[in-house]
Every structure is written in structure tokens, then in C-alpha cells.
């Protein structure tokens, strides 16, 4: 199993670490720590450093109850990090929304687009299928970052992520993208609750199953508000629980972890890989 992206064919056979740099002044979980650009591209090289895999370049805030910001903000704050970052060496995703931010950031070279809207925008799906081979990440959520923490109600969890991310690949590949292009992430904290959750890692492996092979998953848990609810612990204390969830996650089947605290993430799936754990 690989992921298809502009520059790079990520091998999947070993689970891979997608590393958070927040642009935006206003991020839950780091506060805007890594704002600035010369903080970004420290950031960006010290979690290469870490063990990295990937690096997630987000410039607008996803948080519960954020206001959106215009493209030409994101873009300003985006555009000089990801061209330093382009030159590191690694494959760089960015987490947007916009198919205005898309279109500069894959003219720029990006390798992949993670979108927690999973291409709804008008014109995103066509975005991504008129390029030759840039990476997608699809996300579940529920409502929008305003509204979405708003009494979420699901008849079963599983089945409705499973159902809508199915119906956003098909999308994709009824407009000739290839499935190992395609990332499939079920949203932790997107218009759901704790219960929900926690179901979905629960219930991780059946969701994997219904999504089948053809697509990885990736999965966000890193200082997520349901590690504050199990724990007790404010945002910047939850790294212990989120390397639990991000091992839960991959021992569950998640080929792609996104996370905050890369060095302690890489150091559990090594010891997690070398039981042979990662073997089958
Ligand atoms: N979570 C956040 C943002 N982008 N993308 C994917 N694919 N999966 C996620 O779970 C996900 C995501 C929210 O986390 P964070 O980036 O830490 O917060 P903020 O958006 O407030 O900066």
C-alpha cells in the first residue's frame, strides 16, 4: 500500500507521521506558538528532525466555534512557509478548505491536499482531478467548524462516515482520480461527541473494512477535546493520550497518524514495530 502524491509515493507498508505546523494565530491545541514564518520553518525542520513523515501546513483555524478567514488570508500567511517548505525535502500537505488556496498551493508544488471539507466546495473535486498526481486527503465532518459541536446526532457513527466517505472517493474517481491518490480520515472532533468518538476508534477496524483497501486512512487524534474529557488534562498536557490514541489508531489499522508531538509518536510506533506488531 502506498499514497500517491505530486512528488512523492509514500510507502504505507509502515505507518507514517504527519506532523502539525499551525500558521494561524488562533490554533486550539498549539495557541499560534509557530505563527510567524521564521517559527514555522524552525517548526517545520524540527519536526523533520523528529521523524516526521509528512508535514501539514494549516493557515486557518479548524477549531470548534472558529470564524473562517478569506482566501487571501490564508494565502499570505500560507504561501512564503510552503515554498521554504517545498524545499526540504519531504512531502508537504496543506490543510485547506478553498479551492482558491488549493489551486496556488498545487501551482506552487504542494503534494497534497487535506481537506477537512472533503472537496465540497464548489469547483474542488475538478481542482484536484486536473492535476496529474497530487495527493488528497478526504475528512468527515459534520456541519462546519461553527456549528458543528451543535448536539451531533448520528443513528450509527460508523455507518454514516463510512457511507459519506464512500460517496466523496467515488466522487474523486468518477472524475479519473486514482483511488491510491485518496486518503480517508473519519474527523475526530468534527460534529461529534465524545461518545462518538470514541466509538469510531473503537469501531475502527469495521469502519477500515468499509471503506476497503483501495484507500489508506489517516486519522487525527493529537490534543483532541475527547483526550481532555477521558483525562482530565487542559490541551497542552494531553500528549501522553494522544500517543495512545495515535497508537490505538494504528494498531486499528490507520496507515497516516496527523500529530503535534512528533518525536514521542515516532518513538511509540518504534516500539511498536519492533514487537513486529506492524507486521499483519
Ligand atoms: N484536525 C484538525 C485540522 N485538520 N485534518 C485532518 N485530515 N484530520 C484531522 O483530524 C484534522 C485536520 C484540527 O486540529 P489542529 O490542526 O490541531 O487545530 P487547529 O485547526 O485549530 O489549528
Known sequence: MHWQTTRFRIDLTRPRVMGIVNLTPDSFADGGAHAGFDAAIAHCRQLLEEGADILDLGAESTRPGALPVTAEQELVRLLPVLREALALGCPVSVDTSKP?????????????????????????????????????????????????????????????????????????????????????DPGIGFGKSVAHNLELLGRQRELIERLGSASAVLVGWSRKSTLGAITGRAVGQRQAASVAAALAAVQAGARIVRVHDVAATVDALKVWQAAGLGNG
Open 100 to 184: 482558491a488556496v488549493m489551486r496556488e498551493a498545487l501551482a506552487h508544488g504542494a503534494d497534497v491536499v487535506n481537506d477537512i471539507n472533503a472537496l465540497q466546495a464548489s469547483g474542488a473535486l475538478e481542482l484536484i482531478a486536473a492535476h496529474p498526481n497530487c495527493g488528497v486527503c478526504l475528512m468527515h465532518m459534520r456541519g462546519n467548524p461553527a456549528s458543528m459541536q451543535d448536539r451531533p446526532h448520528y443513528d450509527d457513527v460508523v455507518d454514516d462516515v463510512a457511507a459519506f466517505l464512500r460517496e466523496r472517493r467515488a466522487a474523486l474517481q468518477a472524475r479519473g482520480v486514482a483511488a491510491d491518490r485518496i486518503v480517508l
